[in-house]
């Protein structure tokens, strides 16, 4: 079964960075389509970034210019960089792997933004 793991979150100031790592268990990974999805208190959970097997990029608006998602197939892990953080980016941010009809999810990092 495949399982995903994140981690790199925590507590940072505005205009700070964080890395998130994603670690994918599975033998094809190669083949899966990542993306990275966050949830804010009080609101639905919205799609940030995404990465498809063959490297191609896509992101959302919000973040556009400052996040940057990346793959290491070698290693099975998925990262999200984040620039420029504002206190508008706190959410809780989930890892998500998707292949032929499977959708898999990660437990969530905690991302909070403040001074």
């Known amino acids: 079964q495949v399982q995903l793991v994140e981690s790199g979150g925590g507590l940072v100031q505005p205009g700070g960075s964080l890395r998130l790592s994603c670690v994918v268990s599975?033998?094809?990974?190669?083949?899966?389509?990542m993306g990275w999805y966050r949830q804010a208190p009080g609101k639905q959970r919205e799609w940030v970034a995404a990465?498809?097997?063959?490297?191609?990029?896509n992101y959302a608006d919000s973040v556009k210019g400052r996040f940057t998602i990346s793959r290491h197939n070698v290693k099975n892990t998925v990262y999200l960089q984040m620039n420029s953080l504002k206190p508008e980016d706190t959410a809780v941010y989930y890892c998500n792997a998707k292949w032929a009809k499977n959708n898999v999810w990660g437990q969530g990092t905690q991302v909070t933004v403040s001074s």
């Open positions: 599975g033998s094809i990974f190669s083949l899966y389509d």
């Open positions: 990465i498809t097997s063959g490297g191609s990029t």
